[in-house]
């Protein structure tokens, strides 16, 4: 008999290691099967919180973050690699801007309320990822909660409630993402390999 088991995955959709813990954590949950009913929630952490609302050019971002363009390139290089073994085609030489989130964090809080969460997620991910769209703009994220079937959007969102999430994330002490908390008890950050999350998992499971 599966035992449910919550995770609440902290994570920004313009980190490109929470996309890849994301396909990992999936691989993972298909080696559990039987073992594990697992009830996930996203909750919202923005890698820039002082990020302009329009965001800002990429290679300037990426600049000022990392001291030059080169070394951005050179680390943009390496998550390519990873990303490639998880099937996923990082456009990194055709993303023009780095977005604000806060209502792509709005967006994914709305979707959760409908259940609908999981497939808005992963449009974000793939649209800014892999499509190089601006995910930060308002005729994106409406075509993405149409495409997902997300009512209300965007009269719905509850600004408040989402920044208090994170508010509370952040509380927690969590300063990077992705993290994974399981049962709101034991965690794991990093986009760490299926078989280490899937022994984290198990781990948790036996706690209950």
Not at 78 to 99: C, K, L, S
Not at 106 to 134: P, T, W
Not at 179 to 204: C, H, V, W
Request: hydrophobic share 45%; proline share 5%; aromatic share 8%.
């Amino acid at each position: 008999m599966a035992k449910t088991l919550l995770i609440e995955i902290a994570s920004d959709v313009i980190c490109p290691w929470c996309y890849i813990g994301k396909r990992r954590l999936e691989k993972a949950l298909e080696t559990l099967k039987g073992e594990v009913d697992a009830r996930i929630e996203w909750l919202p952490f923005q890698l820039n919180p002082d990020m302009p609302a329009e965001g800002v050019a990429r290679a300037e971002y990426r600049r000022a973050k990392f001291g030059s363009v080169e070394k951005g390139r050179a680390l943009d290089a390496r998550v390519a690699q990873e990303g490639a073994g998880e099937g996923i085609a990082f456009a990194f030489d055709r993303m023009q801007r780095t977005p604000n989130t806060v209502a792509a964090h709005q967006l994914i809080d709305l979707a959760q309320s409908q259940g609908k969460g999981e497939a808005v997620v992963d449009a974000l991910f793939r649209a800014y990822f892999e499509e190089a769209s601006d995910i930060g703009n308002a005729e994106i994220l409406a075509g993405i909660a149409n495409a997902a079937g997300v009512e209300n959007w965007p009269v719905g969102a509850n600004a408040p409630q989402v920044a208090g999430q994170e508010e509370r994330v952040r509380d927690l002490g969590i300063s990077g993402v992705p993290t994974f908390i399981f049962n709101k008890e034991s965690g794991l950050s990093g986009a760490y390999p299926p078989d280490m999350l899937a022994q984290a998992i198990r781990e948790a499971l036996a706690k209950q």
